[in-house]
């Protein structure tokens, strides 16, 4: 092989990679500065209690936990026997403050982290609101070629039809235009079983649920082949620490010298910064030799800046070793404009190369 057709064999091998990005709570929040449909802002895990008034049920037990965060609480609900019917009523209470989530009429962020990638990438989501599915779901119809969704802590926008082994959108705010979203599966009728949101912390027992395990096994399977990975909101949180160490496993699975050109990008609130990481993230980006490019708003992230030529364009800058030129870049003032206007005049030209098969980046 000349050294021609080697640099060839690896472009191709590195632009076929995935962009994954994984989101969690930081994300709903970003994507809602002025608050839902109805203006509700979504609550963060730290104010759940309060803010669901989940504390008049938990009353009616004796806890031992002295803990406030609500999986801690809930591990405790779960190994005794004397509070099931009060984990029952927790678990009701979540459900439903989380189903009443609405995304607005108005653009919002989730829907350009939905435009801004392809098939091939797959957005990972540990929250439980439906908003990304509901951005998903007002575009799905108008592009085809949209990235994957994986849902690996429940949520409340799937119901999974245990005949069919298949989930299906449900929930009351999703477009209901035609009878497919109904709560009863498109294709037996059956009716669609809602997912489990919450685990107890010690055996967070994903292998439970046949859907949520699925998840988890694709995720494992994919999460080497991604040459970018965003973090986006998403902080891995103590509880989560099973979740991260799958996260680790895959990752570690491709070896460092085919991860050199790799890219870990980190979307948090105005402020973070990197010391914030918790140590989970450190062994992951001690892993990959890179220090994670940390960015303050989406609109400064790959995303935005190069929207489903993400890949294409790291390629140029780093194995060309040029700069890459965006087609288009997604800006703040985007969430403004009308989804025609944002498809057919922003997106146009980059849409129009993707029916001819053209995902060239030009470089300088
Ligand atoms: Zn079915």
């Not at 005794?80 to 189903?99: N, P």
């Amino acid at each position: 092989m000349t050294r021609e057709e080697y640099e060839e064999k690896i472009s191709k091998w590195y632009v076929s990679r995935r962009h994954i990005v994984i989101i969690g709570a930081g994300a709903s929040i970003a994507s809602l500065p002025d608050g839902d449909y109805y203006g509700h802002k979504p609550s963060c895990m730290n104010d759940i209690i309060e803010d669901l008034g989940l504390k008049d049920i938990l009353e009616k037990v004796n806890l031992k936990t002295k803990s406030h965060n609500i999986e801690d609480i809930y591990s405790e609900l779960y190994e005794r026997d004397d509070c099931a019917t009060v984990r029952e009523q927790v678990e009701q209470a979540i459900f439903d403050y989380y189903s009443k989530i609405r995304i607005p009429d108005k653009l919002t962020i989730y829907d350009l982290l939905v435009l801004s990638l392809r098939k091939k990438d797959v957005i990972v989501s540990f929250n439980w609101d439906s908003l990304l599915l509901q951005a998903y779901l007002r575009w799905e119809k108008e592009i085809k070629d949209l990235p994957q969704l994986l849902f690996l802590h429940g949520n409340v926008g799937l119901g999974v039809c245990d005949a069919c082994h298949a989930p299906f959108p449900i929930g009351e705010f999703l477009p209901n235009d035609d009878k497919f979203y109904s709560n009863s599966c498109p294709n037996c009728h059956a009716q669609l079983r809602p997912l489990k949101l919450l685990y107890p912390v010690k055996h967070k027992d994903y292998n439970k649920d046949p859907f949520i395990n699925a998840q988890w096994d694709y995720l494992q399977n994919i999460i080497c082949n991604g040459a970018i990975t965003t973090v986006f909101g998403y902080k891995a949180p103590a509880s989560d620490v099973e979740a991260m160490e799958i996260i680790k496993k895959a990752f570690v699975k491709l070896g460092e010298e085919s991860r050199q050109f790799d890219i870990l990008e980190i979307i948090e609130r105005p402020g973070f910064s990197l010391e914030e990481l918790t140590e989970s993230w450190w062994e992951i980006v001690d892993f990959t030799k890179h220090t994670p490019k940390l960015y303050h708003s989406f609109f400064e992230s790959t995303l935005a800046r190069f929207p489903r030529r993400t890949i294409e364009a790291a390629k140029i800058y780093n194995l060309d070793g040029h700069f890459a030129i965006p087609i288009c870049q997604f800006k703040e003032e985007d969430l403004e404009k009308g989804a025609y206007e944002l498809v057919h005049n922003k997106m146009g030209e980059l849409l129009k190369k993707e029916m001819q098969n053209d995902y060239s980046v030009e470089s300088k």
